[in-house]
Structure formats: structure tokens, C-alpha cells
């Protein structure tokens, strides 16, 4: 990553840390793009250019790739549901380990404000693409299914860590609830 790459993606975590700040403080629907442009000490075009809605604020985050360069890291064993939840596993214990609280904070608004969870669903489409594309496209039908099961049990996990106030260790519970569907661990 240059320098210019490093700066982007600085203003851009900056923006967000601050859009969450406002919106816990002050409510989702009270905070403005101004708000937080203001907040973030950079115009109100800055905000849009890196994040194209309001929503964005909370709901962008760079699993998508994410997930695609650790399917292609970890060894293509076991059936897709099992090698997805080893993926899942992975960025869950790296993202709950590095980011707690910012992953905590974007699932609790998340989870409270209903302009929110209508766009998770585009986020959790996104993610399943994600997964999908990894793998031989041959394979699609069933990539597409082990995904979508995968990141069910996936949400399940993050909604209990979040209603515990991050408390509980996500990777254990992301165990258990895809043992609790598949019968084993991942």
C-alpha cells in the first residue's frame, strides 16, 4: 500500500469511527452527513467519497475481500460448508481480536436501527458473492447454498456476542452454533 493509499484508507477510518461516535451519542437519525463530516474535520464531498450513503457509515468494512483471500489461504479440504466456516472462523477471530470494539459498535447499531437492517442485506449478499467466487464455478449451486448457511449460523453468533455486549469470545460461540447446525466443528 503507497502513501496515498495509506491516507485514503486513514480519512476513511477516521470518518467511520466518528460517524459511529455520533450515531451511539446521538441516535442514528439525529447524526447528520454534516455531523460527522464536521466531527471528522473533512468536508461533507469527503464523506461522500468514501462512503456513498449514510448507511455506508456503519455497514462498510472490507469483509467481502476479506474473505476471498483467506478461502484462497486455507487448504481446499473438506466439503465447501466446512472449508466457508473455517473462513468465517478465521476472519471472526481476526476481526473480534483487532477490531472489538468497532465491530461491536457497528452490529449494535446495526441491530437497533431499521434503515440498518434493511441494508445488511445487501452487505450479506456481497459476503456470500464473496465466498461463491472463491471456488470452482462448477461448484456454484452448492457454493451458493454452504454460503448462505455458513453466514446464517455466522449471524446467529454475531447476534448473541452483540447482545452480550462483546463479552462472550465470538470464535467460541461461532463454534458452537455451527456445531449446533452441521454437527461438528469446522
Do not use: C
Request: charged fraction near 20%; proline fraction near 3%; glycine fraction near 4%.
Amino acid at each position: 500500500m503507497n502513501s496515498r493509499d495509506r491516507q485514503r484508507a486513514d480519512t476513511r477510518h477516521r470518518i467511520q469511527r466518528q460517524a459511529l461516535r455520533l450515531f451511539t451519542d446521538h441516535g442514528y437519525d439525529a447524526t447528520t452527513v454534516n455531523d460527522v463530516a464536521d466531527a471528522a474535520g473533512v468536508s461533507a464531498m469527503t464523506v461522500y467519497r468514501n462512503f456513498p450513503t449514510k448507511e455506508d457509515l456503519v455497514l462498510y468494512d472490507n469483509f467481502d475481500q476479506l474473505t476471498a483471500a483467506t478461502i484462497a489461504e486455507l487448504p481446499a479440504t473438506g466439503s465447501l460448508t466446512d472449508r466457508f466456516g473455517r473462513t468465517a472462523l478465521t476472519i471472526l477471530d481476526l476481526v473480534s481480536t483487532n477490531e472489538h470494539d468497532l465491530l461491536l459498535t457497528r452490529l449494535q447499531l446495526m441491530i437497533s436501527t431499521p434503515a440498518l437492517q434493511a441494508r445488511h442485506l445487501d452487505s450479506q449478499f456481497r459476503l456470500q458473492e464473496a465466498f461463491v467466487s472463491a471456488v470452482d464455478s462448477s461448484l456454484e449451486y452448492g457454493a451458493r447454498a454452504a454460503a448462505s448457511a455458513v453466514l446464517g449460523v455466522t449471524y446467529t453468533a454475531l447476534l448473541r456476542w452483540a447482545a452480550d455486549n462483546g463479552e462472550p469470545d465470538l470464535p467460541t460461540l461461532f463454534r458452537e452454533a455451527f456445531t449446533a447446525v452441521f454437527g461438528h466443528a469446522p
